[in-house]
């Protein structure tokens, strides 16, 4: 196991409750990362260090720094955003194979729910700055807009790259309003009201078979697996993130 004490060189809000850490002086083994893996995190408290937490790297594996995006959740999380720059942290890995070769299929379906979408950020990443020409389709479900990041980067994204994002909003009544407001700017980045739903799938999937990945809540994961075998497709050709990792003691 790979275990380097880091610091935190650099933080961003990206909301209301969504915390970027950018983490520097990690070992030769996070050099070596893929794109989609995770590490473990160490806090210092009370002149103790906390137990281990597993969170996403959302960078690119070839960014020099270290990035992991942290949504507030309990008392562990809830320390992040308070971090100073500088700050000692314990790092651990690279961990994972959610996303393992996903490079090697031509046309890949991600699905994403809320902060799950942070592997997707790293492939995405990735493929950006080595100018991939694989075609992905980003389904990704909040509940506003309020409550995603990365937006701007996204669009960008969409005009470099073969890569349609499609905004899912439970609680948007207005989605269709916003698609039409972006479409000029942006006509690959789509606003659309609702779950995840199999006419939703439906209606943005690929014909041709495509390579599906899917991050998010086990509730969420749950119904999205439910309304794509409505559609007479085999749940189990989707690739799930799921951590098995656990801290040991």
Not at 20 to 33: M, N, Q, T, V
Not at 83 to 99: D, K, M, Q, T
Not at 181 to 203: F, M, N, T
């Amino acid at each position: 196991m790979n275990t380097d004490t880091a610091r935190v060189v650099k933080k961003i809000g990206e909301t209301r409750d969504i915390t970027s850490l950018f983490i520097d002086g990690y070992g030769e083994a996070f050099g070596k990362r893929r794109a989609g893996q995770f590490l473990t995190l160490k806090l210092l408290r009370d002149g103790a260090w906390s137990r281990p937490h597993p969170f996403t790297i959302s960078c690119a594996p070839e960014d020099p720094l270290l990035r992991v995006t942290i949504k507030k959740l309990g008392e562990f999380t809830s320390m992040i955003p308070d971090l100073e720059e500088g700050a000692p942290v314990i790092v651990s890995g690279p961990y994972g194979l959610f996303c393992k070769d996903i490079d090697a299929h031509k046309d890949i379906v991600m699905i994403a729910g809320g902060v799950g979408i942070t592997p997707f950020l790293s492939v995405l990443r990735h493929f950006r700055n080595i100018h991939a020409d694989n075609r992905v389709l980003l389904l990704w479900s909040n509940r506003s807009m309020e409550d995603a990041f990365a937006v701007e980067e996204l669009a960008e994204m969409s005009r470099e790259m073969p890569l349609r994002v499609v905004h899912n909003l439970s609680r948007e009544t207005e989605a269709s309003a916003l698609s039409g407001y972006a479409k000029q700017a942006y006509p690959q980045v789509y606003y659309e009201p609702g779950r995840c739903s199999r006419d939703l799938i439906r209606k943005y999937l690929p014909a041709a078979g495509p390579a599906m990945f899917l991050c998010g809540p086990p509730p969420m994961q749950d119904y999205v697996l439910g309304e794509i075998a409505a559609l007479d497709m085999d749940p189990g050709i989707v690739q799930k993130e799921s951590f098995t990792w656990k801290a040991s003691g």
